[in-house]
T-cell receptor, first 110, second 112 residues
Framework: NAGVTQTPKFRVLKTGQSMTLLCAQDMNHEYMYWYRQDPGMGLRLIHYSVGEGTTAKGEVPDGYNVSRLKKQNFLLGLESAAPSQTSVYFC?????????FGQGTRLTVV | GQQLNQSPQSMFIQEGEDVSMNCTSSSIFNTWLWYKQDPGEGPVLLIALYKAGELTSNGRLTAQFGITRKDSFLNISASIPSDVGIYFCAGLGSASYDKVIFGPGTSLSVIP
């Protein structure tokens, strides 16, 4: 049972490049989330989804887009990467109040 | 907006010592969660608290939901090297996880 799997684990982008982070869960959870983690700031919610075909903005959505075409997958896109988007990105899925996190994607934008 | 404060920000303790950390907020929460994040990994849920005054244990870990519903506490007894990591508290004001607020974390280092 893999739980929540994120791809890739590391990536370096140049300013202005685009990329997509993939999150896959095998627990049949309805809710999925994307967070970013920056030193001393905890986890901040970027976007989330309450079910297949639905997405909603979180606390820090600017510069990101998401899609949930299949229940088990939640994609996070950066259309034009900026240095301020250098961070560690975590995907999570949940049933009710208990969330399960992936291992994270460390993204550096230079 | 809502914010959580965690203290201490970091701790360096000797193996075998007990650890106490807390999480406070100016807002009331209905649920408190405690997560641990190992280096290079995602957070893992340790304990969930759902009622004011609730005291819940998970092995050497004990957490309490404060009576005022504005705070929570986590204690670790007889610390061991694998307790090293960042401990996050999180509060929910409603049943849906999109409203969860995470604290900035307490970094724990255990000296063998």
């Amino acid at each position: 049972n893999a739980g929540v799997t994120q791809t890739p684990k590391f990536r370096v982008l140049k300013t202005g490049q685009s990329m997509t982070l993939l999150c896959a869960q095998d627990m049949n959870h309805e809710y999925m989330y994307w967070y970013r983690q920056d030193p001393g700031m905890g986890l901040r919610l970027i976007h989330y989804s309450v079910g297949e075909g639905t997405t909603a903005k979180g606390e820090v959505p600017d510069g990101y887009n998401v899609s949930r075409l299949k229940k088990q997958n939640f994609l996070l896109g950066l259309e034009s990467a900026a240095p301020s988007q250098t961070s560690v990105y975590f995907c999570a899925s949940s049933r009710l109040t208990e969330a399960f996190f992936g291992q994270g994607t460390r993204l550096t934008v230079v | 907006g809502q914010q959580l404060n965690q203290s201490p920000q970091s701790m360096f303790i000797q193996e075998g010592e007990d650890v106490s950390m807390n999480c406070t907020s100016s807002s009331i929460f209905n649920t408190w969660l405690w997560y641990k994040q190992d280096p290079g990994e995602g957070p893992v849920l340790l304990i969930a608290l759902y009622k004011a005054g609730e005291l819940t244990s998970n092995g050497r870990l004990t957490a309490q939901f404060g009576i005022t519903r504005k705070d929570s506490f986590l204690n670790i007894s007889a610390s061991i090297p694998s307790d090293v990591g960042i401990y996050f508290c999180a509060g929910l004001g409603s049943a849906s996880y999109d409203k969860v607020i995470f604290g900035p974390g307490t970094s724990l280092s255990v000296i063998p």
